[in-house]
């Protein structure tokens, strides 16, 4: 009996070999050709052509650098744009963490169902974001910075008394 040789869908192997010819073609024009702005977009399009190519190929694991580089690569437009009644900080975590956010959202097309737990990293960048931008969102970071210190001891003491009791 011989052994069928195992091969990945060729079509996939096609999409997935031309994309990763478009992002060595994209990284040499960056380096030869010396302009800031073109070099601003990079990581946005990075992101775009991730997106594109889990969408194509449907896997799930593309979707995860193509959110957080199109988040990343939009707050870096915004910032550098300077848009005007946009705190910087905020400029750049709000995209961020609607990046992570996308990632949930196309989820379903590239999974056997929606990955919910891009909502926590892209929840709590999107949170602070929205924190730095407002101004009373200030006083509540500064809050923040001393509580969640203090969760994170409560839970120790919880988890080390909860197993004590268990022995």
């Known amino acids: 009996m011989t052994k069928q040789p195992s091969h990945t869908h060729p079509n996939k192997t096609y999409i997935s070999g031309s994309i990763l010819i478009l992002m060595g073609i994209l990284f040499l024009v960056t380096q030869v050709v010396q302009m800031p702005t073109l070099s601003m977009w990079l990581i946005p399009a990075l992101g775009i052509i991730f997106i594109g190519w889990a969408l194509l190929v449907r896997n799930f694991g593309?979707?995860?650098?193509g959110g957080i580089l199109l988040g990343v690569g939009a707050g870096i437009v915004?910032?550098?744009a300077e848009?005007?009644?946009?705190?910087?900080g905020a400029a750049f975590m709000i995209p961020f963490g609607l990046g992570w956010l996308l990632i949930?959202?196309?989820s379903p097309l590239t999974?056997?169902?929606v990955q919910w737990?891009?909502?926590i990293p892209g929840g709590i960048i999107l949170?602070?974001?929205?924190l730095i931008q407002f101004p009373w969102g200030h006083p509540v970071l500064v809050a923040l910075s001393y509580t969640w210190p203090l969760?994170?001891?409560?839970?120790?003491?919880y988890l080390i008394f909860k197993n004590r009791r268990n022995i």
Do not use: M, Y
């Open 111 to 113: 999974a056997r169902q």
């Open 127 to 130: 949170g602070i974001g929205l």
């Open 62 to 65: 593309l979707l995860i650098p």
């Open 151 to 157: 969760a994170l001891i409560g839970l120790g003491i």
């Open 78 to 80: 915004l910032v550098e």
């Open 104 to 106: 949930t959202l196309l």
């Open 83 to 88: 848009v005007p009644g946009f705190h910087e």
């Open 117 to 119: 737990w891009p909502l």
